[in-house]
Nanobody
Framework: VQLQASGGGLVQAGDSLRLSCAAS????????AGWFRQAPGKEREFVAA????????DYADSVKGRFTVSGDDAKKTVYLQMNSLRPEDTAVYYC?????????????????????WGQGTEVTVSS
């Protein structure tokens, strides 16, 4: 599967953005997906994950209550709705996917669990 991330931009603290990750090839119902980010000079970190079934989600503590991950199987797209953005959310955001059993309820928070990655979309939050 190939992944195309989009939706990044420059916003002010407190604003919202929605990132999209469009998949080509096989349906997402057989793939779990995740969002990761990497700030300048820092390690890549987990942000959010959604199961192949779409029924399970997981979040990093730093984004809980502010970010929401969701999927649209018909559009083969996973979204990351980011609200109440903070300057520390500034990073390049990557979407990732891993093939699973159809309709699997499991989420994956480790980058090593994923074998398909998008190209990244940059999010800059000014204070």
């Amino acid at each position: 599967v190939q992944l195309q991330a989009s939706g990044g931009g420059l916003v002010q603290a407190g604003d919202s953005l929605r990132l999209s990750c469009a998949a080509s090839g096989r349906t997402f119902r057989t793939y779990a997906a995740g969002w990761f980010r990497q700030a300048p000079g820092k390690e890549r970190e987990f942000v959010a994950a959604i199961s192949a079934s779409g029924g399970s989600t997981d979040y990093a503590d730093s984004v809980k209550g502010r970010f929401t991950v969701s999927g649209d199987d018909a559009k083969k797209t996973v979204y990351l709705q980011m609200n109440s953005l903070r300057p520390e959310d500034t990073a390049v955001y990557y979407c990732a996917a891993v093939r699973t059993v159809y309709g699997s309820p499991y989420t994956y928070t480790g980058g090593n669990n994923y074998n398909f990655w998008g190209q990244g979309t940059e999010v800059t939050v000014s204070s």
